[in-house]
């Protein structure tokens, strides 16, 4: 009844009031215009309307391709969203307005750090280190030779040619050689990413691209400030390599430094949970733009800041964050790629062109011709020092993959035309440049890759044997390493090792994990991934087969009796320890926390339920007091209560871990009970306890008068949102206090 | 050149080496130097108390039994032949050589190498890894950080994972199927000893 009369006061009152404007204002007799009731006010909200309408229709446009099965399978995304954005500006220079170019303030500051922050904290630590010395080698002697390579060509060609381009000169043609000679990271994932070839190679293009910046970075500056001064000296060739030096360890400096900071900070953040992931993102930035300000290198700086606090950041975090993490970095990184693209298509649509033929043309052949020569040339070199030698399939690959992308047209467009007469014939080469790169290359990889039958990415479950055997063979090999007297990079991995475990993940990591072998952390990771896997398949059946790779299977049904219940036991503890976990619930409503599931009631009361009991169990072990102790319900209550707030409160009781894991198994049994047989057992202890229970649970008021109400509070909420690879600890941390 | 051949002069039976191991004459004459540096008693033969004096050796999680691999079973010496042969076990495999089928198989195989570490696992030599050897080489390898549960469930889960015939152990070919994706070339390669 109510609710149908209320809208229809409403609407009284306001036709009430709109009637009395009314009135007023003839009464008024005044050139007042009338109250708008509707207006558009487009101006206010234009720009970030924009924005948000730009990343819709990218994202918009990247739900599309993958509707057209065709289509997506043949032409790289990359190619499909230039062709958008190609149709996109012709769109708006047909409606009349000036298409928006890619400002580079907004591709450097905005576009750029996110993709390169997924790239870098996902990066694969152990091949990269493994490459390391071919991945420098080809990023900073590759990218240098290409640079000179195709500078000098180019002024050759422009003195030959004559004509429009005698006023090239050397300099302009070294910078726009140093420019266009650098490997994309951007455009070198959007193609990788879908030919999914095999690890070593992915790294190698993918590294080089990568390490690549810091090369470019001083080429740029120092070619930009040799332009503007006008000319060179010897002594700024010398300069410019220190600069070299200083840029990229500079980068790399300030990132670690970041690193660090964001990794001690991860130690204290278990009580807010919520705002983990924004420290990882926040500092990451800070690197990137601190290098920035100091010309250092900032996407090394955001490498190294990833690659450094990613160990630590994991171990501290809790799970949930861990997966927003991942998820916001991917989300970021996948709309960045997308925009990109999209406006690439759309600046070429926009920008003043200047077409030469001789000069676009050549420099695509340059290009090629340099990549090409110097991969070659380079794996010659490099493969005597290499283990694993690189194959003529391998180096067409690498020359191959070498793609140029955004990063190339933005530098460029941030070159200013009064020192560069030639700026605009610059950006229409490189414009074709990359569209040369992304579209032919990158839609032929594809098939070449098939056709040289190159090894692809091995899709292999990791397992806990491979863990061991390759840490037990890293023993062995650092032994016989000092056996022959031979200090490789596995005595000083072993060293560093070994001050990692001593001294900084002390530091780094709080709690106990500090102390956690890193097997030990693998196999927990891997046990709590199938323990997902089951809540998720959530079929009994497949409880008996939890514990076995797919190709044992079979054998597994054959085996006996005993192993499968031990394994069935593991995962039904692994279970329920997740199952507490995932679902867990916190007294009180705040916009701070995350808000709990209606659905757990039952959960965290079971949960609730065994703890008390493994408290009373407890107790009893403690108590040596004789029997006769005939404590009235309220009594004994008041007892259980200062009991278990001293438990509570004492720090951390060090108990022996046997008894817990004896205790736990009783509570695995005790769920396996019927509910009946613990109500019973409750009312034994006093109906009044379970009422008081129970009302603990449902009241959603901080219940200040239950003490027993207070400390399952404390104990729920330290628990509810636990680090990622907690098994042994959420036993520890049920049973032991704060 | 000349105190080269005279160092080779006093290694015995260096031609047979040469062939056997692959390794090349610079190399031998290299792990010779280092012999005698381990040898400091100039006695002709390395005994432990030689190699327990390495430092990488002595903090080294399973320092002991690469010691013992050193040793065949009964022997308290290792001359410079067996120092040698043990060590060609590392060496990269070199793919130029052309495969001969009649010639044996040579040091540095995969399956050799592979063969190798087997035995390192195998304390009680019986031919497969039981769930005792693999309990002692994870507690030497993770140092008593961990419980006894979390052991006995990671041997639990790797004897499973491993063992296909079900008899509770790992024997030598199982051991090689479950490394079948690793690359065992690079991993059990030592870069100088090409």
């Known amino acids: ?79 499909l969203l230039i062709a958008v954005g190609l149709l996109l500006g012709g769109l708006i220079r047909v409606i009349g307005e000036n298409p928006p170019v890619l400002d580079s303030q907004l591709f450097f500051f905005c576009l750029l750090p996110p993709i390169i922050l997924d790239a870098g904290y996902f990066l694969p630590i152990r091949p990269f280190t493994e490459n ?204 960045s790629e997308t925009l990109i693209f999209i406006f690439l298509g759309v600046s070429t649509v926009a920008g003043p062109h200047v077409w030469n033929w001789t000069f676009v043309s050549i420099t695509i052949v340059l290009c090629l011709v340099s990549r090409v020569l110097g991969v070659v040339g380079l794996t010659y070199i490099i493969n005597k020092y290499r283990m694993v030698k690189l194959s003529g399939k391998d180096q067409f690959i690498v020359a191959y993959g070498g793609l140029r992308g955004a990063i190339a047209f933005s530098l460029v467009f941030l070159l200013s035309s009064d020192d560069f007469a030639m700026k605009n014939m610059f950006l229409t080469a490189i414009i074709t440049v990359i569209f040369f790169t992304v579209f032919v290359q990158g839609m032929t990889i594809r098939p070449l890759v098939d056709l040289l039958a190159v090894k692809k990415k091995k899709q292999s479950k990791t397992s806990i044997i491979e863990e061991i055997h390759t ?107 997740n199952l507490q976990k995932t679902r867990q619930r916190l007294r009180s409503y705040s916009r701070h926390t995350l808000m709990p599931d209606p659905a757990e009631d039952d959960w965290s009361e079971t949960h609730l339920r065994k703890q008390r009991v493994e408290i009373q169990r407890r107790m009893s072990l403690f108590l040596t007091g004789p029997a006769h102790r005939q404590e009235s319900p309220p009594m004994r209550r008041a007892r259980f209560e200062s009991d278990n707030q001293e438990h509570v409160t004492r720090p951390s009781v060090p108990l022996n871990v046997t008894p817990v894991s004896s205790v736990l198994q009783d509570s695995v049994t005790i769920d396996n009970e019927s509910e009946k047989s613990d109500e019973s057992r409750w009312r034994r202890h006093g109906g009044d306890e379970k009422q008081e229970g129970e009302r603990g649970i449902r009241g959603r008021k901080p219940s200040v008068t239950f003490a027993l109400d207070l400390d399952e509070q404390k104990r729920s909420r330290c628990l509810s949102d636990l680090g990622p690879n907690q098994l042994n600890e959420d036993d520890e941390e049920s049973f032991l206090s704060h | ?130 769930r005792i050897d693999l309990l002692k080489a994870l507690r030497s390898m993770l140092e008593m950080q961990v419980t006894e549960e979390q052991l006995d469930s990671i041997v639990d889960r790797t004897i499973q994972e491993a063992d296909l015939d079900g008899d509770d152990a790992i024997s030598f070919e199982e051991f090689r199927k479950s490394l079948e994706k690793v690359n065992i070339d690079h991993k059990m390669s030592i870069r100088f000893l090409r």
């Open chain 1, 1 to 79: 009844m109510m609710t149908r009369i209320l809208p229809l006061l409403l609407l009284l009152v306001f036709c009430c009031l709109s009637v009395r404007c009314l009135q007023n204002q003839s009464d008024q007799q005044h050139h007042k215009r009338a109250f708008p009731v509707i207006s558009i006010h487009y101006e206010a909200v234009r720009t970030p309307f924009e924005v948000a309408l730009w990343i819709l229709l990218a994202s918009l446009m990247k739900l599309g391709f993958h509707l057209i099965p065709r289509l997506s399978s043949v032409v790289p995304e990359s190619c």
């Open chain 1, 132 to 335: 390391a010395g071919t991945i420098l080698t080809f990023a900073v002697v590759g990218t240098l030779w290409n640079s000179f390579f195709v500078g000098a060509g180019l002024y050759g060609v422009c003195r030959l040619e004559g004509g429009g381009l005698a006023s090239v000169d050397l300099l302009s043609c070294l910078l726009f050689g140093s420019i266009v000679s650098a490997v994309d990271p951007v455009a070198v994932l959007a193609v990788f990413e879908e030919i999914h070839i095999n690890e070593l190679l992915h790294i190698l293009v993918f590294g080089e691209s990568l390490l690549n910046d810091a090369v470019t970075v001083v080429l740029y500056h120092l070619f930009e400030e040799f332009a503007h001064v006008g000319e060179v000296t010897p002594g700024d060739v010398f300069l410019g390599v220190l600069c070299f030096f200083v840029v990229a360890l500079g980068g790399v400096m300030v990132g670690a430094v970041y690193g660090v900071l964001a990794a001690f900070t991860s130690r204290f953040t278990a009580h807010s949970r919520v705002i983990e992931p924004l420290f990882v993102f926040l500092y990451s930035y800070m690197a990137y733009l601190s290098a920035e300000v100091f010309h250092l290198s900032g996407i090394m700086a955001l490498i190294a800041c990833g690659v450094l606090m990613r160990p630590y950041v994991e171990a501290n975090i809790s799970h949930k964050s861990y997966t927003t993490i991942k998820y916001f970095l991917k989300m970021w990184s996948s709309v």
């Open chain 1, 471 to 577: 840490q037990f063979m890293e023993h062995l090999l650092a032994g016989i390493e000092g056996v022959c007297g031979h200090y490789g990079h596995r005595h000083w991995r072993e060293k560093m090792n070994r001050f990692n475990k001593r001294y900084v993940k002390r530091c780094l990591i709080g709690g106990e994990r500090s102390q956690e072998p890193q097997l030990i952390s693998f196999y927990n990771k891997m046990e709590l991934k199938q323990a997902m896997m089951l809540l998720e398949s959530n079929s009994s059946a497949s409880l008996n087969t939890a514990g076995h790779t797919t190709t044992t299977i079979e054998q597994s049904s054959r085996r006996t009796l005993n192993i499968s219940k031990e394994r069935e036991e593991e995962i039904r503890k692994i279970l329920r320890a």
């Open chain 2, 1 to 130: 050149m000349g105190s080269t051949n005279s160092t080779l002069i006093k290694i015995p039976n260096v031609d047979e080496l040469i062939q056997e191991t692959g390794f090349s004459t610079a190399h031998i004459i290299r792990l010779h130097d280092r012999f005698k540096e381990l040898d400091k008693e100039r006695r002709g033969y390395l005994c432990p108390q030689d190699f327990g004096a390495i430092k990488g050796l002595a903090i080294n999680p399973i320092g002991d039994r690469i010691i013992g691999a050193f040793f065949s079973p009964g022997r308290e010496t290792v001359d410079f032949y067996t120092f040698v042969k043990i060590l060609a076990h590392f060496r990269p495999a070199d793919n130029s050589r052309p495969k001969e089928s009649s010639s044996p198989e040579p040091i540095n195989s995969r399956t050799n190498k592979l063969k190798f570490v087997f035995q390192m696992y195998d304390i009680d030599k019986d031919g497969k890894i039981s």
